[in-house]
């Protein structure tokens, strides 16, 4: 469970407007069965009972899930509170996420960024993210970017592609580090070939641009696909833009207007005036 997105127009679209967006991580379904999340509910209530932390965490995601018992935030929340005062990072983190996202509890980030921290000085590389979110928001922390970075770069480091994508945003506006544009690229190819949206949109925009990388319509394209293809609206925009010049793909109104109407439909206006466009001209 995890409780963690013409062509000139690129950079108005991409880089030069980042939105660090919250993530959603705690409890982890891969963890769970690794640590008995499979047990049956009953030995699992017995071990949480018996002051077992790994138990209540994992009986805390039951509950969040609704796996093999009702689906209860309260009782979730209130197990997964037992462990994380065991010091268990991983309930540390879930439980920052619930007070962060007001599930089974109310909403408080200053709550949420202190359970957050215990995670994260363990090397809790969700937590580690999700504190360097706040600090980027200023919830619950001052806002400071330098602190963001730096947690994002522990996370980062630890693998998390999420991190490495928002790592990158820092490196591209010299957001809490020196801008570097050769450091945002490395970081957000690290987190696209992990899957991640965001890194996928800004890579694929390096390369229709030739920010650092030579330009190539070709990757652009692809990169642009995939982060398209998980519902991130300005690459689909951008995708859309591809196909309405045959810029790494055959052009093809059609799919052009596909991507641009789908991108239009999460409320992209540059997306939206793009289609008004297209119906003047009759495109």
Known sequence: MNMRRGLAAVVAAGVAGLLLLMVVCGCSTTN???????????????????????????????????????KDMVEAVKWLRKAAEQGLPRAQGALGVCYRDGDGVEKDYALAAMWFRKAAEQGHMYAQCDLGNLYAKGKGVAKD????????????????????????CCYAEGEGVAKDMSEAVKWWRKGAEQGDSLAQRYLGLCYAQGEVVATDYDEAAKWLRKA???????AQYNLGLCYGKGKGVKKSSKEGRKWIRKAADQGLESAKQALELMKLFGE
């Open 228 to 234: 398209a293809e998980q519902g991130d609206a300005v």
């Open 32 to 70: 769970a069965s690794k640590d008995g999340g499979e047990l049956p509910i009953a030995e699992l209530l017995e071990a949480a009972n018996n002051g077992d932390a790994v138990a209540q965490h994992n009986l805390g995601c039951r509950y969040h899930e609704g796996n093999g018992v009702a």
């Open 145 to 168: 970017m330098s602190e963001a970075a730096k947690w994002f770069l522990k996370s980062a480091e630890q693998g998390d592609a999420l991190a490495q994508g928002y790592l990158g």
